[in-house]
Structures are given as structure tokens and as C-alpha cells.
């Protein structure tokens, strides 16, 4: 099995997310390359460790606990939907920052919760006890369930707040039983303009040099036993097992360091087949649909200060993947991915004839090829009829009819941040090009009708639009109950479920029992290669779970005659300032500070060969004795493929300096106060 692989070799320089409660087998490593500490001070369910000052912030970034009194950094843009939930015209915190200068300012965020990993455990045993290869794989996932519903109930019972999940690693090879305990009392403490933290928009996104201020400051609440509550104004401060000391000794090219967050999802293992559906298909079909919503969603946002601010959380949120995707497709291409996947695959095919493993891949390639046009047709339904946001409340709001309270307050929250003429613009672009690219044979009946009958997609929208009772918070809000069956013969609720219905019909059947076969033909290629590269040290992918990262701080080169040095200062800042560009004109203090001199080097941001990923948002960036120096918060354009392929030679974490965040809470946000809760070492 998995753990029984021993006498590893090396990976790539730096590659790797390694699991903490396995952190041993990669000491000596990471000591050989300047980590001073021990497995022990990463890892440890007996005493305080770095673990207990890390936290999965809400659903998908991380944070760190940097004080004795609950205080936790994250990334501005982990922090951002919360910081525009708290915005007006009145009081436009994205524009202008937020700063809390005491407890009593501090904003409470409904619906966020950050969540401290206690143990991990592994379960494989367990969760396959009663399993034998003789059942089928329906009675195999079954067992598995039964098992891992007893474990997670097991380990929820043993205290208050206690959250756990069982993961699959390794395809299913082996599984893990992960027990967070889960605070919802988490209030927003500090945040730069977003002319800091988001410094550079779209047009830095993902690039080098980068000189964004992307960090934000909350606070985590417990009750007054230290246990996690619902939001109270009886809370007091969560008191941590451990929070990080902070760095002011600067780093330096060749520094070590450590990355400890939650990365999302990898694929590294995967086929050939895979990465060029991911590099020649996917990808460059996503990019078209999203620069069409982004150049309709930017249009308005330029136009209205009010629009601005409501689609200001939605443009980042596409725009992100977006610009990812083009590194993506960019990056698997320059390194050739597909050619290097398929010698390898070759060489497996060789090595497989005569075991168990002959025929796997064969297998995978057959699946792919059935399954491909399927998905692809899955994923043009999504990043088009279903980012019609009109459809979307219909829908919602008619399945909360019986949850008046549930129905009004989602509602108000749709209405805040809704402009319906984005809504019409994005409506007429992705109908049509749905309709322009679907192949024949997965267009629904329903849309050929609707387009006979109405002539064009532009009458079709002004027909849905105008008639829709949706369009109208006052009439929402009036629904009830009784309303039922004039919510579901609304055009809009129709359009949304018809093209649902054709989806769980006519794709998802198909879809999903072609990724069962293949997820089954994926356990076995992987143990597999773990079989025919005995002397590799695997880790498993992402899946939003903690893990450790490490490497070194150092520049790159992307292309010929080209090298980027690794750190970036507030006279890059400078040099990019422009009034008359909303994403380079910066604070006017911050023009003021620099010109009085004495600032010119203060650090921003600092490269390094961490292998992260989406997840590791707002991950502390540690040096060799575990002190914070930075939070990670991207990677560079070239190399985005990391996520199913790694190379030590253009594959570069982006992270905020740390000593930037403090010139910011001093000097931008005026609340030194913060400082004098934090500890610094030297």
C-alpha cells in the first residue's frame, strides 16, 4: 500500500504539498535545505504547533492567527465579498478602506466561519473494513459511506463546534479522517483601499512584477469558555493554541521558506488525454465566454459608481479563473505537457504488459473520448445560461417559497448587488453563443422552440425580461407559499428549468457514469505508477485540506534575454501610479508618504518556488524558524499549470511581504493599536 513505499527519491526541486501528520518523512528534506525547526513544531495533536495557527477561511482561502486575541490575516480578495457586503455609496469600504479602531467598530460577517484542522487521521482500514474485491464497485462506495458517516459522527461527538470529513487520496487509494473545529463569530478588523489591495486589477492579476496590497484583518470570536459560538456581542476574542510571531528581519534570494495553507485541487496524475482536453478544448472555450461577460460587466462598472461597487466582487470572481486559464493553456503548451505525458504513458504501457496494470490506460483513453463532448457541452450550459443571473434568482427564490424568511433574505442580498441591464447585455451574448457552438445533437428542444417562436435571442430576452415578475424586488418579496405554481409558470423560472431538465436528462446520466468508470480506472493507473516508480515519493493532490509547501525565495526567467529579480518595492508602486486608470491610481497618503522620502525600498511582494494553488489564498509564508514573513495570495502567469504540472524552472508562489502590511496599518489605516497585540522577532 501507499505508506508502505519507502527509500523515496527526491521530486522535482521544491514540488510537492505534503500532508502535516506525515510531515517526518520530509524533515531531513527540508532541513537539508535550511528548516531549523522539527515535525514536531509543524505538526502535533500533543502539544501547540504551527497547525493551530492556521485556519481554512470560509469555504476556500486561508488564514493565520497573529495574535493572543484571535487576530487573523488573510488576502484582501478572501476578505472581499464581506468588505463590499459592509459597502453604500455612503460608505464605499472597497474604495476607501475599512479600519476598526476598537472592538465595538469591528463589522460581524453572517455566514463565515474559519475552521482549525485538530487531527488527521489516517483511515484506510476503516473505511474499507467489510470490503472485498470481489463486490462491485457500488457495494464498495457503500461501504465506504456507511464507514466514514460512523467515523465523522464519532469524532463530531467528542466536543463542541467539532466539524469532520473523510477524504479520499490518491483516487481512493487511501483515505484520511479530517477533524476541524469550526468558529462563526469572525468580524472584519482592517482593510486597505482597493487601490492597495487590488492594486494593478486585472492587468497585474496573476503577473510579475506584482505590487498588490492584498491583505485583510479579521478577528475570530469564541464564547467565554473559549468554545465556538454564533455571533454574540457576549463573545469575547478566541485565545489560540498558537499564533505566529512576525519577522521583521527581511528576507533574501536563497531564504527558505514555508507555505502552510489549504490548497484546492490538483491534478497531477492525470493522462494525456486529460491535459489536452484541459489545454486545446476547455480552456480556450471558457476564456471566449468570460471576456464577453467581463467586457459587458466593465462597461457598466465605468459608467456608475453604484455598479461599480455592486459588481465589483462578481467581475474579480470571473475575471480571476479567466486570466488563470490563459497562464494555463499558455504554460502546458511551452512545456510541452501532452508530449511528455504521452513518453510516459508509453513507457507505463511497456512496463504494464504481463500485470495488472495492462489495459488501464487504454481504458482511461476510451472513457475520455466518450465523455469529452459530454462535458464539454456541461461546461458551455454552465458558463453561459447558468451566469444568467435573472434565471438564477427565479429559481432559487420559487424552491424557498416555503421559507418566507429564507425566500426575503436572499432576495435583499440578490437586489444589492444587482444591475439588470449587465443581466439583459450577458443574457442576449451567452444565448447566442450557446446557441452558435453547441453541437446539434445537445441543443435542447426547448431552445430550438424558443428561438422559432421568438424570431431572435434579443426578442427573446425582451420578452423574459419584460414579463418576468422577477425583475421586481417588490413582487418577490410578496411571494408566498401560495404563490407556488405562479413562480414556476414564470418565463424565467420555465427558461431555467428547462435547460436544467435537459442537463440532468440528456448530460448529467452520461456524465456521471463515465466519470465512475473513470475515477475506478484512476485508481488503479495511479497506484500503478506508484508501483512502477517505486523510488518516487508521491504527494496526494489538493482537496482543500492542510498541507505543506516548501521551498526557497528566487527569481525566474520566463523568456529569452528576460529575468525577473524576486521582490518588488513601493517605488514599483510609484512607477506604476496613474489618476486617470482605476486599477493604478493609488491612495493620495500614499503619494504624500513616498514623496517625504525615506520609503523608496520598503518591500511589497517577494517570489518563491512554493507549489501552491487556489486554496492557498491568504496562507502564511513562514521562514525557517516558523516566523510569518509574507501571505501568499497568487502565482506567476507562466506558471498556472502547476496545478498538473509542476517545473522548478518558471513556477513561482507570489506572497505579500509582510512588513507591508504593517507600513499599511500604520501609515494608511492609522491603527497602530493592531501592532501592539502582535509579537516581532528579529
Not at 442576449?428 to 446557441?435: E, G, K, W, Y
Request: hydrophobic share 35%; glycine share 6%; net charge neutral.
Amino acid at each position: 500500500m501507499l505508506l508502505a513505499l519507502a527509500a523515496f527519491q527526491p521530486l522535482k526541486a521544491d514540488e510537492g504539498m505534503w500532508l502535516p501528520a506525515l510531515i517526518s518523512e520530509r524533515i531531513a528534506d527540508m532541513k537539508a535545505k535550511g528548516f531549523k525547526l522539527s515535525a514536531d513544531d509543524i505538526y502535533s495533536i500533543n502539544k501547540a504547533s504551527l497547525k493551530d495557527a492556521v485556519v481554512l477561511f470560509g469555504s476556500g482561502c486561508t488564514g493565520e492567527l497573529v495574535s493572543d486575541q484571535g487576530l487573523l490575516f488573510t488576502n484582501h480578495h478572501c476578505g472581499y465579498g464581506y468588505i463590499q457586503k459592509h459597502s453604500s455609496v455612503e460608505h464605499d469600504y472597497l474604495k476607501d478602506g475599512f479600519w476598526a479602531m476598537n472592538r465595538s467598530q469591528e463589522l460581524p460577517n453572517k455566514g463565515l466561519s474559519v475552521s482549525f484542522l485538530e487531527y488527521m487521521e489516517d483511515v484506510t482500514s476503516k473505511v474499507l473494513k467489510g470490503y472485498k474485491p470481489s463486490m462491485s464497485e457500488r457495494q464498495r462506495d457503500s461501504i465506504i459511506r456507511v464507514n466514514s458517516q460512523r467515523l465523522t459522527a464519532a469524532a463530531m461527538a467528542k466536543g463542541k463546534g467539532l466539524n469532520a470529513n473523510v477524504e479520499g487520496l490518491y483516487y481512493g487509494n487511501q483515505y484520511f479522517l479530517f477533524v476541524f473545529k469550526v468558529f462563526k463569530d469572525v468580524r472584519l478588523v482592517g482593510a486597505p483601499p482597493s487601490s492597495i489591495g487590488k492594486f494593478g486589477g486585472d492587468t497585474d492579476n496573476w503577473m510579475w512584477p506584482r505590487h498588490t496590497g492584498d491583505f485583510s484583518i479579521f478577528r475570530v470570536y469564541a464564547d467565554k469558555e473559549n468554545n465556538p459560538a454564533e455571533y454574540s456581542e457576549e463573545n469575547v476574542p478566541y485565545r489560540p493554541k498558537k499564533f505566529f510571531k512576525i519577522s521583521l528581519g527581511g528576507v533574501k534570494e536563497g531564504d527558505f521558506t514555508f507555505v502552510y495553507g489549504c490548497p484546492g485541487s490538483t491534478k497531477e496524475y492525470v493522462t494525456s488525454d486529460e491535459v489536452r482536453y484541459t489545454a486545446e478544448v476547455s480552456d480556450p472555450q471558457k476564456i471566449a465566454l468570460r471576456t464577453q461577460r467581463l467586457d459587458i460587466q466593465k462597461k457598466y462598472m465605468s459608467q456608475n459608481q453604484a455598479v461599480r461597487i455592486q459588481y465589483s466582487s462578481k467581475n474579480a470572481s470571473v475575471a480571476n479563473a479567466w486570466k488563470k486559464w490563459q497562464g494555463e493553456e499558455k504554460g502546458i503548451k511551452k512545456m510541452k505537457t501532452v508530449e511528455s505525458k504521452k513518453a510516459y504513458e508509453k513507457r507505463f504501457k511497456e512496463w504494464a504488459k504481463g500485470n495488472r496494470y495492462n489495459g488501464v490506460l487504454e481504458k482511461l483513453e476510451a472513457l475520455y473520448a466518450e465523455r469529452n463532448p459530454y462535458f464539454l457541452a456541461y461546461e458551455y450550459y454552465t458558463e453561459t445560461i447558468r451566469t444568467i443571473e435573472l434565471l438564477n434568482l427565479a429559481s432559487n427564490v420559487t424552491s424557498h417559497l416555503r421559507s418566507f424568511d429564507a425566500k426575503n433574505n436572499y432576495t435583499e442580498s440578490f437586489f444589492k448587488d444587482y444591475y439588470q441591464p449587465i443581466d439583459e447585455e450577458i443574457f442576449v451574448a451567452m444565448v447566442t453563443s450557446f446557441n452558435n457552438n453547441m453541437e446539434e445533437r445537445f441543443k435542447p428542444q426547448y431552445l430550438k422552440d424558443a428561438l422559432k417562436k421568438y424570431g431572435s435571442v434579443e426578442e427573446w430576452k425582451e420578452y423574459i425580461f419584460k414579463n418576468s415578475l422577477f425583475t421586481d424586488k417588490a413582487k418577490v418579496l410578496a411571494l408566498t407559499e401560495k404563490d407556488l405554481d405562479k413562480a414556476k409558470s414564470d418565463p424565467a423560472f420555465e427558461m431555467f428549468e428547462a435547460f436544467y431538465h435537459w442537463y440532468n436528462s440528456e448530460l448529467r446520466p452520461t456524465i456521471n457514469r463515465l466519470n465512475s468508470e473513470i475515477r475506478v480506472a484512476y485508481r488503479d493507473y495511479m497506484q500503478g505508477q506508484m508501483d512502477f516508480e517505486k523510488n518516487k515519493q508521491f504527494y496526494p493532490d489538493a482537496n482543500l485540506t492542510l498541507r505543506v509547501a516548501y521551498g526557497h525565495i528566487k527569481g525566474f526567467s520566463p523568456a529569452d534575454a528576460i529575468y525577473y529579480k524576486p521582490f518588488s518595492t513601493l517605488k514599483g508602486i510609484i512607477e506604476k501610479d496613474n489618476p486617470d486608470i482605476f486599477d493604478y491610481n493609488i491612495p493620495q497618503k500614499l503619494r504624500d508618504i513616498y514623496a517625504e522620502g525615506g520609503h523608496e525600498a520598503q518591500p511589497v511582494c517577494f517570489l518563491a518556488t512554493n507549489h501552491t494553488t487556489g486554496g492557498n489564498s491568504g496562507s502564511p509564508v513562514l521562514d525557517a524558524n516558523g516566523n510569518l514573513i509574507g501571505i501568499n495570495f497568487d502565482r506567476v502567469w507562466e506558471g498556472t499549470m502547476s496545478d498538473i504540472a509542476y517545473d522548478p524552472e518558471i513556477c513561482r508562489n507570489i506572497s505579500l511581504d509582510v512588513r507591508y502590511v504593517l507600513f499599511n496599518i500604520e501609515h494608511i489605516g492609522g491603527a497602530k493599536y493592531l501592532l501592539d497585540e502582535m509579537v516581532f522577532v528579529k
